[in-house]
Structures are given as structure tokens and as C-alpha cells.
């Protein structure tokens, strides 16, 4: 190679330079760029959180925050109102309960059965099958809980109606199955098979493995999974309002209709009630509680992965 062809040479320091410079201007330009999407994102949360208690601050200034929290009816469109917001959170939990009971076995299950027992070709075509489900838009949901299990829920349940907290809960637990098991396969998927081998070596069967072994060791994300379904469940709009009814009532019952937060969030939005009027702002208060259950629960999340992660060399 001569001297002219040599890339420091200083014949060629000239064309490189060029280069240089244009690699620094679009790595600035990307950085800019990026933190543009960063702040814009950020300040729409600040600006969401501004707008939640600006407006709750406005209705609590007519509700007593005393009677929002220990009243039991939820009336807030009727001559004589009611705020009684424990109603609408029992329905929620209600819902919520039922659709964890049905998504936590089967998402573990599946998780189990994708990291553990399908071979590597087969769970490169179960896993994206198992996520198309969290691609189906929630309205097909609740008219599949309304229109089919809740008929089929009648001939075996007695006393349950058309619109029940049952039917709606199964199909939400549906609904949040992909979340909990695509999570928690990936918790398991990333134990180490060192950890696998070993067990093997002292002489456990598969079972006793995924048992005592690597379920243990993936247990901070799989409850990470379980409170990130819960968190979904509860924020979960068109299934409930559907499925569950818009009947507001302080029960335990699922098998008739309820009204959970998100339903209620519906009812006003669709103009039952005059902007600017209390009944108007009392879905920015019922939203502000909504808020601060999914942060609750998406911060013990945090901390408990934080708190209970294994590391492993």
C-alpha cells in the first residue's frame, strides 16, 4: 500500500474530515431529536396530572372528600346526589378479582409450559399466537362476554342476568393473559440453566426443577406480571361497560350488574351530563382515584422486583 492510499496519511486527512463532521451533526441532530420526544412525553404526563387535580380540587370544593370516601350509593346524576366512590372501587376490584383468578393459573401455565416443555421451534410460533390475543380490540371482548359467555354462564349459575360482573370478569381475564404469561415466560426464560443442570445433577426430576428451582428464582417478575395484569384489569374500559352494565351498587355479588370506575368515566363522556356542571367534573375526581390505584400498584411492582430480583453471575 503507498503512502497516498494509507487512510491517516495526510493526503487523505482531508476527505476524512468531511465525514467526521457530518457523523457529529447527525449524532447531535439525534440527540435533539430524541429529547424533543422524551420532553413531549413527559410534559404530557405533567400536563395530564395538572388537569386531574386541578378538576378534582374543583369538585371537592362541592363534595366533602369525607363523604366521596365513606358514602355507599353512587347517585352523582340524580336530583339527590350521592358520592359514595367505594361503590364504583368495589366493582373494579370485583372484576379485577375474577379476571386474576382466571389469568394468573393459565398465564403461569403457559409461561411453564413455553420456557420449559415446547421445543425451541414450537415456542417461536406459541408465543406470538399467545400475544395476538392482546391485539383484539377490547369492544370485541365485552360483545363476546355479553352475547356469548354470559349465555352460556345462565344454564349453570342461577340468578345470573344478562349483565353481570362475572361474565365480565372471565373475559377480562382473558383479555390480560397475554401480559401475565409473555411476562412472566420471560422471567423464567432468563433463569440460568446453570441453575437447571444443577438440580439435574443432584437428581430432580423436570418437575421438581421447574417447582423448586426456577419458579422460585423467576418469582420477582412473575408477581411483577400478576400486578402488571391487575393494573390493566383495573384501567379496562369497553369489557366492563359492555359486559358488566352501568348499574352502580355496593355488592359482592357478580352475578349482577355493576358499575366499575371506567364505566362510570364512559356514561359522562358519552353527554349524560353538562360540561362544567359537578356531575361533569365528578369523572376527573373518579379518574384521579383511578390514577393514584394503578400508580400504587405499579409502584410496588418496582419495588418489589427491585427488592426481591435475583442476580446471578
Known amino acids: 500500500m503507498t503512502t497516498s492510499q494509507l487512510p491517516d496519511s495526510p493526503q487523505n486527512s482531508g476527505l476524512w ?28 404526563t405533567i400536563g395530564i396530572v395538572l388537569t386531574l387535580i386541578f378538576e378534582t ?6 363534595v366533602p372528600i369525607w363523604n366521596f370516601l365513606t358514602d355507599t350509593q353512587w347517585t352523582p346524576l340524580f336530583t339527590n346526589s350521592q358520592y359514595g ?4 372501587i368495589s366493582a373494579t376490584f370485583l372484576t379485577s378479582f375474577i379476571a386474576l383468578i382466571v389469568a394468573m393459573p393459565m398465564g403461569i401455565l403457559a409461561a411453564v409450559c413455553l420456557s420449559e416443555y415446547a421445543p425451541s421451534g414450537l415456542r417461536k410460533w406459541l408465543k406470538p399466537a399467545l400475544e395476538i390475543l392482546a391485539g383484539v380490540p377490547t369492544v370485541v371482548f365485552g360483545y ?6 354470559s349465555p352460556i354462564l345462565e344454564t349453570f349459575v342461577p340468578g ?50 421447574v417447582t423448586n428451582v426456577v419458579l422460585p428464582a423467576a418469582l420477582s417478575g412473575i408477581v411483577a406480571s400478576f400486578i402488571l395484569g391487575i393494573a390493566r384489569a383495573v384501567g379496562e374500559t369497553m369489557i366492563v361497560t359492555i359486559a358488566a352494565g352501568q348499574n352502580p351498587r355496593l355488592t359482592l355479588d357478580p352475578r349482577v350488574p355493576i358499575q366499575t370506575m371506567t364505566s362510570f368515566i364512559v356514561q359522562v363522556a358519552k353527554g349524560d351530563a353538562p360540561t362544567g356542571s359537578i356531575e361533569f367534573i365528578t369523572i376527573f375526581a373518579v379518574g384521579m382515584t383511578l390514577f393514584l390505584i394503578t400508580l400504587v400498584l405499579n409502584a410496588f411492582s418496582f419495588w418489589f422486583v427491585g427488592r426481591f430480583r435475583e442476580k446471578y453471575e
Open 160 to 209: 345470573l342476568r344478562p349483565f353481570n360482573g362475572l361474565s365480565a370478569g372471565i373475559v377480562l381475564g382473558i383479555a390480560i393473559l397475554p401480559t401475565i404469561a409473555s411476562l412472566s415466560e420471560d422471567a423464567i426464560y432468563a433463569v440460568p440453566q446453570s441453575l437447571r443442570q444443577g438440580s439435574y445433577a443432584l437428581g430432580a426430576t423436570k418437575r421438581e426443577t
Open 57 to 62: 380540587f374543583l369538585f371537592f370544593q362541592e
Open 144 to 149: 363476546f362476554a355479553l352475547f356469548f359467555v
Open 85 to 88: 366512590i367505594i361503590v364504583l
Open 17 to 44: 474530515q468531511p465525514n467526521r463532521q457530518l457523523s457529529k451533526s447527525m449524532e447531535l441532530l439525534a440527540k435533539i431529536v430524541f429529547g424533543a420526544f422524551g420532553l413531549v412525553s413527559i410534559a404530557t
